[in-house]
């Protein structure tokens, strides 16, 4: 997912021969999971239509102060459109619109809105290269970089005029790409690696059979979304489910067992700065697990089990700067058994959930917590989303690493 997704963009469109290209840049934004408004200067409209970009924006398209189909009675509220957008995007950027944003030229409905626009605003130039390089021009670049408006640069290649040089307003995937690389930047978790454990294990008793448990794997799947929506590069490590990897930059290995789950946790670990340990990791396995399928003989039958290595707890021997979450399932003493598993496994803290509370645990798109941290402090929340618990624990996680 973008991290664009969700956010509402306002789009200004000048009278460069680039405005053509917006119609794709409007397309891409929308394709993010974007909502888009667009305001043209008068002059844009020669390059692209109106008609064109409010279709693919599928919203109506602004130009002028007043409402044209009203016979210019009612008012286009710049205002209102400047606090709407979560950001604001001035391409292509010509000369002309560049000098009016540094001086404060407020002669058209897109410079009032970019003077009234509280959020970050990106522009990417677009003009020839002789205009590209004038002092005037590198001028206004500083001003706007200075004023906190960010700039796209323009590339080099074939100009309207017929000359080569700088000047060329960047393609639309590379502005989107741009915009989204600036994004991520700001995000709490950026440059972070985070570790998560989700789902449950299987240990094969023969080729057919196996001990596992009611793990879904909703939990960490949320985790791990959660995690890389706030910017962080996560890996994570998955017993058996059906969900699929929540988003694409995510690297998911998916194991069987616990030992398999062992192996790769305890490989990544020294790489991470957070690691969440969501998995029900089956606690034995069979001692020996048959190579062929075992037959119905006598009216009973005895596993022997032996105990599989605590991912968890081998993870809070190595830890060195690392952040460790765990959770706890408990069924009683909930407060006492999930405590004692805090210190145990050396975690900065640890999400109890308990069997006991009517829609948390396993498999339900829901879970009810409470965090227990080292220093014994305790917050509890209500049943949410699993979604919403997810954004939860990201949260301390964040209060934490920031401390
Ligand atoms: O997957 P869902 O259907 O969404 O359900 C979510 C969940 C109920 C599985 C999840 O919220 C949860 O509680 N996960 C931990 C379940 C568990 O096994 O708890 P535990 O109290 O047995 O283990 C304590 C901690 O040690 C856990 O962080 C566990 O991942 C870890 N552990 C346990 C045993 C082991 N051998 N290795 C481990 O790493």
Known sequence: MSVLS????????????????????????????????????PAAKEFVTPLTLSTLS??????SFTKEEDHGNQWNNHVELGLWADYMIIAPATANTLSKMAGGHSDNFLMATYLSAKCPVFFAPAMDLDMY??????????????????????????????????????????IVAFIEDHLIKDLPLYNKKVLITAGPTYEAIDPVRFIGNHSSGKMGFELAAAAHDAGADVILISGPTHLEKPRERIKLVRVQSAREMFEAATKAFPEVDIAIASAAVSDYRPKISADQKIKKTGETMQLELV??????????????????????????????????????????????NSLNDKGAGFKSNTNKIKILFRNGAGKNFD?????????????????LSNA
């Open 6 to 41: 969700g956010k509402k963009i306002l789009l200004g469109v000048t009278a460069g021969i680039a405005a053509y290209k917006t119609a794709f840049l409007v397309r891409l934004f929308i394709k993010a999971g974007a909502q888009v408004k667009v305001i043209m200067t």
């Open 58 to 63: 599928k919203n109506e398209v602004v130009s």
């Open 133 to 174: 390089k004038h002092p005037s021009t590198k001028e206004n670049f500083a001003k706007l970089i200075s004023f906190g408006n960010v700039m796209i640069p323009a590339t080099s290649g074939e100009l309207a005029s017929g000359l080569t040089g700088e000047g060329r307003m960047a393609e639309p995937e590379d």
């Open 307 to 352: 105990k599989n290595p605590d991912i968890l707890a081998a993870l809070g021997e190595a830890k060195k700067d690392q952040l460790l979450v765990g959770f706890a399932l408990e069924t009683e003493n909930e407060e006492e058994n999930a405590a004692g598993k805090l210190k145990r496994k050396n975690l900065d803290f640890i999400v109890l």
């Open 383 to 399: 049943l949410k989303t699993k979604k919403e618990v997810a954004a939860d624990i990201l949260n301390e996680i964040i209060i």
